[in-house]
T-cell receptor, first 113, second 114 residues
Framework: EAGVTQFPSHSVIEKGQTVTLRCDPI?????LYWYRRVMGKEIKFLLH????????ESGMPNNRFLAERTGGTYSTLKVQPAELEDSGVYFC???????????FGAGTRLSVL | DQQVKQNSPSLSVQEGRISILNCDYT??????FLWYKKYPAEGPTFLIS?????DKNEDGRFTVFLNKSAKHLSLHIVPSQPGDSAVYFC?????????????FGTGTLLAVQP
């Protein structure tokens, strides 16, 4: 069974540009989470989808971040326009049920120059 | 403010000895705790968890202890192996909510010396 897949694995963009990250959860997992780790600090929650609905987006930093999960399958996280402080590693995780173990992808390392 | 704290950024242990990783939390509403292990360039991998109704959970070489009154948990690895060298994250959540977002600590880098 394939795990959580994220791409690209690394993205380097300039300040002001737009970047879209993609996450493919484990097949059959209704719950999809986005997290971010900035500069070796803690991994911080961004938002939680249940199927295509946003269950909790309390961790989204500001309105430059837009997450979607059309059809309840894969999800995208768009940053527009990107700022220097957006640099970090963005992780996606999925779980079969809300209380289930969250399985993480390898992450996308975003570098904003 | 950080609700989950791992005050030791790193720990070095000899192969075969015990590794003890510590974690403190401040929010008494947390009722489920997890440990994740992370190798470089990989995502965190679930290791072991414990519910607040227990004070100990064991899985092979890994044991997690929970002290609710002290708001403290620890992960014991016995015996430690070189392959255990990784960053270990402590995480906490509230099972009763509509979401199961994890609140992570900053991680502890464990180095097991052969």
């Amino acid at each position: 069974e394939a795990g959580v897949t994220q791409f690209p694995s690394h993205s380097v963009i300039e300040k002001g540009q737009t970047v879209t990250l993609r996450c493919d959860p484990i097949s059959g997992h209704d719950n999809l989470y986005w997290y971010r780790r900035v500069m070796g600090k803690e991994i911080k929650f961004l938002l939680h989808f249940v199927k295509e609905s946003k269950q909790d987006e309390s961790g989204m930093p500001n309105n430059r971040f837009l997450a979607e999960r059309t059809g309840g399958t894969y999800s995208t996280l768009k940053v527009q326009p990107a700022e220097l402080e957006d640099s970090g590693v963005y992780f996606c995780a999925s779980s079969q049920v809300i209380l289930g173990i969250q399985y993480f992808g390898a992450g996308t390392r975003l570098s904003v120059l | 403010d950080q609700q989950v704290k791992q005050n030791s950024p790193s720990l070095s242990v000899q192969e075969g000895r015990i590794s003890i990783l510590n974690c403190d939390y401040t929010n008494s509403m947390f009722d489920y705790f997890l440990w994740y292990k992370k190798y470089p360039a990989e995502g965190p991998t679930f290791l072991i968890s414990i519910s607040s109704i227990k004070d100990k959970n064991e899985d092979g070489r890994f044991t997690v202890f929970l002290n609710k009154s002290a708001k403290h948990l620890s992960l014991h690895i016995v015996p430690s192996q070189p392959g255990d060298s990784a960053v270990y994250f402590c995480a906490a959540s509230r099972l009763g909510g509509a979401t199961n977002k994890l609140i992570f600590g900053t991680g502890t880098l464990l180095a097991v010396q052969p």
